[in-house]
């Protein structure tokens, strides 16, 4: 059974279709990482991420890894839709967690700095050397006459 980076078992869909395809695929042929990476021209790291399913594979990564296993063009074909289709779900899910604020950068001891619009100044008084205005994610800085 393969399982993501950290550890959990993968859901149900193409992905893991994928995985099961190609782990038939290869006890029909048992052959070694580096025998499938030779054969397929891929790195024998991302060919165990592939068959492991750590790794969503591109089409044609799929497709070489499949046919240095012996598949015949309809189960190519077949490993090609499955990638395609995995890379289309994670692209939907990263986008969906993006939407919900899920997975954002923020280290929960920092505060958030000024808001946007926000006039922030450096020193004080006379000695304020420079000023500039939020924007977004930047300041727009000058100095003060």
Do not use: C, W
């Amino acid at each position: 059974m393969g399982r993501r980076a950290d550890g959990s078992a993968l859901a149900p869909g193409p992905g893991r279709e994928l995985v099961d395809l190609l782990r038939r695929l290869r006890l029909a042929k048992p052959l070694s990482n580096t025998q499938i990476a030779v054969k397929s021209s891929l790195s024998r790291s991302y060919v165990s991420e592939i068959l492991s399913g750590t790794k969503n594979p591109s089409p044609d990564a799929a497709a070489k890894v499949a046919a240095a296993l012996g598949a015949d063009d309809a189960l190519i074909e077949r490993v090609r839709t499955l990638a395609e289709a995995a890379a289309e779900l994670a692209d939907f899910q990263r986008q969906q967690a993006h939407a919900s604020g899920a997975g954002t950068d923020r280290h929960p001891d920092k505060r958030p700095g000024p808001a946007a619009g926000s006039i922030i100044q450096s020193g004080s008084g006379t000695n304020a050397a420079n000023t500039g205005i939020i924007v977004g994610d930047f300041t727009v800085g000058g100095h003060l006459p």
